[in-house]
């Protein structure tokens, strides 16, 4: 027996990982797409300014917009084609159609956006926000009067209908039978598709045999007109909402012995609170927006007017319509403030918008792991 020793091998170092470029791999680098469009966009943009400064007309946002998601789509097909080969860069293609058609969707948007930010921005100061358009003939004034009886308006309406047309849901989802459910059912569609003059029409006839006064105008019977376009919608909304929650817990409510309608307080509505918030604020989008039935029912004044039930009051929709139609000497004070009052219409909603999205996220049930 041999004593001695086999010498032991030094351990050998694992090679490092080599890191290959994701040119040569045969894929593009991440973040491709998003330069590849950023870039697009930036030429387009380029292109219609200097149109636009040389032939002394607007630049063109929707122009820009549309053809530099066409640029992309087929600079990206191209890349791919060049470094992945030709099936990644048909996904590739076809993922920027998608991306395309979904532009063209947005470009009347876009457009009306950026129209009437322009436009706003000049007379968008302190003072169109803290003063009213009395005994203002000229240059000057502001919209104040017009945004507060929005808000109240809009506010009184939301708090007739929300009630009225969550109730309706409730009912028809949880309770509702027979003859009477399909025909609160399709009166509701019916009344989804009426033209807001003809709620503007009802509410007027209706204060007029209630009051006897045929030129009787206010700021709550434009808040029942507008109620009357709110809570078809809401209804509507909350419904297809209230008929997502799974019937499995309903059933585990009813197992434990809890009524149907605490069930439906505690289980059913805080599992569709953030469906049914954002069914109301959509409701409210749809008639912030109304002028036609304001016009008939609340009148408009270039005053202050905090009482609903008294006088008439001035909105952000007849404010624009006034402001455009009956222009005055200086024209363009006029058109300023029509814009100014169509981009702070614009921001309202938008802030209503947001509200809801924090409200249905705080009230929306947490679920654990």
């Not at 969707?105 to 169109?128: C, E, H, K, M, Y």
């Not at 029912?297 to 006088?311: D, P």
């Not at 814009?339 to 409200?359: D, K, M, P």
Request: aromatic share 10%; proline share 4%; glycine share 8%.
């Amino acid at each position: 027996m041999s004593l001695t020793a086999t010498p032991r091998k030094a351990p050998q170092r694992d090679a490092a990982p080599t890191v290959e470029n994701a040119l040569t791999a045969g894929m593009l680098p991440r973040f491709t797409s998003l330069w590849v469009l950023i870039g697009c966009l930036a030429a387009t943009s380029a292109f219609f300014a200097i149109l636009a400064a040389a032939n002394g007309g607007e630049f063109s946002i929707v122009g820009a917009v549309f053809f530099g998601v066409v640029l992309y789509a087929i600079v990206i097909w191209v890349l791919s084609r060049i470094i992945e080969g030709r099936r990644k860069a048909a996904d590739r293609f076809v993922t920027a159609l998608v991306a395309t058609a979904f532009t063209i969707a947005l470009l009347p948007l876009i457009s009306v956006t950026w129209t009437t930010v322009v436009n706003g921005l000049p007379r968008f100061d302190l003072q169109f926000f803290s003063q009213s358009m009395r005994n203002v003939v000229g240059a000057g004034g502001g919209a104040l009067h017009a945004i507060v009886g929005t808000l109240l308006i809009t506010g009184m309406a939301a708090l007739i209908s929300v009630p009225v047309g969550l109730l309706t849901a409730i009912y028809l989802v949880e309770y509702g039978r027979g003859r009477l459910k399909h025909g609160i059912t399709f009166f509701v569609d019916v009344m989804t598709g009426i033209p807001s003059i003809v709620a503007g029409l009802f509410a007027f006839a209706l204060f007029a045999l209630i009051t006897g006064d045929p030129g009787y105008r206010s700021g709550f019977a434009g808040s029942i007109a507008l109620s009357v376009l709110m809570i078809p919608v809401v209804v509507r909304s909350s419904e297809e909402m209230l008929r997502l929650v799974p019937n499995e817990l309903r059933e585990a409510s009813f197992a434990l012995g809890v009524p149907k309608w605490l069930t439906i307080v505690k289980v059913v509505l805080p599992t569709s609170i953030a469906g049914i918030v954002t069914g109301v604020m959509l409701s409210i989008a749809r008639v912030i927006g109304e002028t036609a039935p304001l016009l008939i029912v609340a009148g408009f004044t270039t005053s202050m007017n905090y009482n609903l039930f008294s006088e008439r009051m001035m909105t952000l929709p007849v404010f624009v319509y006034t402001q455009y139609m009956n222009q005055g000497t200086d024209t363009q004070a006029y058109i300023d403030r029509a814009w100014a009052g169509a981009l702070t219409l614009i921001l309202i909603v938008a802030i209503l918008n947001v509200i809801a999205r924090i409200v249905a996220k705080v009230f929306s049930p947490k679920f654990g792991r």
